[in-house]
């Protein structure tokens, strides 16, 4: 019977998270690299609205896979894997975050080098893996990014969350442990700043911002197969 499952394997794609999750729980450690590839760009977004770097917010992601993987016998399935991942790596990235501000100060956070942690180097150009996306367009991406990077980072997670992530007020609300009205209210001025910081408006590409596609995205998974027990 083995031998025939190594002549048919199975086509993971086209189950579903549960399905996905039993079969991790079943001994199929290959099973969870689909679950990443799912989650990556969701997952590196949100990691990074709170870090503010892409080295550290990788890591982060890294290490919350692992810390999903180790106790993926205590996911229920009351929420979607997806919300319960975004927990984990919300708490790893402000665990680093107090961290962080209990040895620097607040004020040398905006020049600190990059983190030396970091597990792997990707591209420091957002989109530089997809020849067919133009200068011009990365450029705009590149002063979207920037401009959300000078959010504070209570209104830069929310706008992450909801203006590209698209999650919900409620499913925003209820990851960050504050009322759906703080969520409005916090939207409303980072979309303000936005506003004064840009000048124009960038709609268009908020799609494109912060990407974990491709080859970063299949890195990202392949590390932490790489590291798993």
């Not at 665990?95 to 004020?107: D, Q, T």
């Not at 597990?119 to 996306?133: H, K, L, N």
């Not at 001025?189 to 936005?194: E, K, Q």
């Not at 799609?207 to 491709?214: H, L, R, V, W």
Request: net charge neutral; charged share 25%; aromatic share 6%.
């Amino acid at each position: 019977m083995s031998a025939h499952a190594h002549v048919a394997p199975v086509d993971y794609a086209a189950l579903d998270d549960h399905a996905l999750v039993a079969l991790v729980r079943g001994g199929q450690r290959e099973a969870f690299r689909p679950i990443m590839q799912r989650c990556n760009q969701r997952l590196f977004r949100v990691a990074r609205s709170v870090v503010g770097d892409d080295a550290e917010a990788e890591d982060v992601v890294q290490e919350s896979y692992l810390r999903a993987y180790d106790k993926l016998d205590s996911f229920r399935g009351d929420a979607a894997l997806l919300t319960w991942l975004t927990s984990i790596v919300l708490n790893e990235a402000r665990g680093r975050l107090r961290k962080r501000h209990a040895m620097v100060g607040l004020e040398h956070l905006d020049a600190s080098p990059l983190d030396t942690r970091q597990v792997i180097q990707f591209p420091i150009r957002f989109g530089s893996e997809d020849p067919a996306v133009s200068a011009a367009r990365a450029q705009i991406r590149h002063l979207l990014e920037h401009a959300i990077d000078e959010l504070p980072e209570t209104f830069r997670t929310v706008y992450v969350m909801r203006e590209i992530e698209e999650c919900t007020v409620e499913e925003t609300a209820s990851q960050l442990a504050i009322k759906p009205e703080t969520v409005k209210t916090r939207l409303h001025r980072a979309r303000r700043l936005l506003r004064t910081s840009l000048q124009g408006t960038l709609a268009a590409t908020l799609s494109e911002a912060f990407p974990f596609m491709g080859q970063r995205c299949a890195r990202m998974a392949e590390a932490v197969m790489a590291r798993l027990p």
